[in-house]
């Protein structure tokens, strides 16, 4: 029987990891200045969230079979909601990048929780439709967030909003931005309150689902087809978080573009065409194989960033969203082929897979430290390699079982 409250709870979930995470790319260039550091340092906070995921994923897959889903999406937002107020009120480089680590900890606990929470309330039949539907959720609040960060920013400048007005008092007068991490905070806390009070259906997990043990992780990872995969999710996430995350500060740095309004605008609308793309690539799939979809994507991807990095300003304001429009099957494409070439083990290699988010944490901070050294430019141009990492999949995979296609 489907339960459309427990539903409607994992898509607010999927809607509060997106925002919590793809907020810090806005937030770069304000980060640089008023904390007075440069782009390496700015890296490590980047870093310092994204390495929780592969720290946590698997720990947090073992805490789920022991705690159970209900027991771990409290803990993971409660977590998240304090370690957002500590840095609200003490608002300093070295109390921000051990939140952020503390916060990704948290989003890494609700992501491996709520995928079999969505199979049971949903129903098995509609678990596909729903994990879509997900998606778009995750979609939605990254195209959401950064049009927050300048909404909330540029309210607290002009105190038209009593509401901005009280928060305001609470915040240093040259940081406004740290508002966004009371509204962290308190969204946080509001959900741990609504989480408590809803009955949750019991999980009988599928065997894919099920975590195997320590021997069965190593077997996995003497296989090198795993660390191939892992590789491309690791090349994935890092293209994906390296390009997000700086592109604010490459409009403001080469075209003097304000992060507040076009440098938002443009990361909101990278996320926003992601989740447009991740829709022509499941029509696409349904007619072409999953390789050549992946190969078509990424030479588009590749032609986008380099018209974003060698055009002029209202080009780049283009090209940079058209980078997130075809990065949008990369890591759905990559996951199944990576799942559909092994015949067992799913659920230990699908945690092994998501470690490789912590990409997420090395390639933006290889960029900055590029960037400092050599100029922000060439530091995205590093972005080449995990692409070209990625095309190769297209090349070299060779799965079980072939996505299938309409005749």
Known sequence: ??????????????????????????????????????????????????????????????????????????????????????????????????????????????????????????????????????????????????????????????????????????????????????LFAITSLLMVFAISFIKFPKVQRQEDE????????????????TLLYFAGIFCYVGFEQGTANWISQYLLTYHQYDPLIEGARAVSWFWGLMTAGTVLGLVLLKFIDSRKVLTGFILAAILCLSIALFSSGPVALIAFPMVGFFASVMWSVIISLALNSASSHHGSLSGILVTGIAGGAIIPLTVGWIGDLAGLKTGMLFLYLPLCYILSIGFWAKPLINNRTIS
């Open 210 to 225: 099920k975590v195997g043990a320590w021997a069965t992780h190593i077997s996995l990872l003497k296989n090198p087809i």
């Open 1 to 182: 029987m489907r339960n459309y409250l427990m539903v409607g709870l994992v898509l607010v979930t999927f809607f509060v990891i997106s925002f919590l995470t793809n907020i810090i790319g806005p937030l770069v260039p304000d980060i640089i200045r008023d904390f007075g550091i440069n782009q390496t340092l700015a890296g490590i906070l980047i870093a310092s969230f994204f390495i929780a995921y592969g720290v946590m994923s698997i720990p947090a897959g073992i805490l789920v079979e022991k705690w159970g889903e209900k027991g771990v999406m409290l803990a993971a937002f409660l977590i998240a909601s304090i370690s957002a107020l500590v840095f609200a009120l003490t608002p300093t480089y070295p109390v921000y990048a051990i939140s952020l680590f503390v916060i990704g900890c948290g989003m890494a606990m609700l992501q491996v929780a709520i995928n079999p929470l969505l199979r049971v309330a949903g129903g098995e039949e509609h678990f596909a439709f729903n994990s879509v539907l997900g998606q778009l959720f995750f979609g939605l609040a990254s195209f959401l967030s950064p049009l927050v960060y300048s909404y909330v920013v540029q309210d607290l400048s002009t105190g038209d909003s009593s509401v901005f007005r009280s928060l305001g008092a609470l915040l240093p007068p040259d940081l406004p931005w740290i508002s966004l991490y009371w």
